[in-house]
């Protein structure tokens, strides 16, 4: 990985759930602290700017008791010594998405949250 890079995580998520998944009738389940071992397996450089962007439903939306996903990577990532990455929720749903040498396009433009640090970035 570079320090730069945007990285694509897709999954399916709700507002303030623990994990993102496949979806499919056994699915498979990533935890923020999967992802966070993962990255660190993957050697994410440590001093990285890389914008992680959680393509899934709701990952960058909370509810009144549960911060969202993206937050809790973010702060997870912070922690981890992973200080300059930014992470992307979307705070509605997401429809289908492809990356092209042309760059991203997507069914829908959703309204997104980015965090460093676990802090929302404006």
Do not use: W
Not at 1 to 12: F, P, R
Not at 13 to 34: F, Y
Not at 106 to 112: E, H, I, K, L, S
């Amino acid at each position: 990985m570079e320090a730069t890079d945007k990285i694509y995580v897709l999954g399916h998520g709700t507002a303030g759930s623990d994990e993102i998944t496949t979806g499919t009738a056994e699915p498979g389940r990533c935890s923020v602290e999967d992802l966070v071992f993962i990255f660190i397996q993957h050697q994410l450089p440590a001093g990285s700017r890389a914008h992680i962007r959680i393509h899934a439903c709701h990952s960058g939306s909370g509810t009144a008791i549960r911060q969202c996903f993206a937050q809790r990577l973010s702060r997870e990532l912070g922690e981890a010594g992973f200080i300059n990455v930014t992470v992307r929720g979307y705070t509605q749903a997401v429809g289908p998405y492809f990356i092209s040498r042309l760059g991203e396009h997507g069914r829908v433009n959703p309204t997104a949250n980015e965090y460093i640090n676990g802090i929302i970035h404006p």
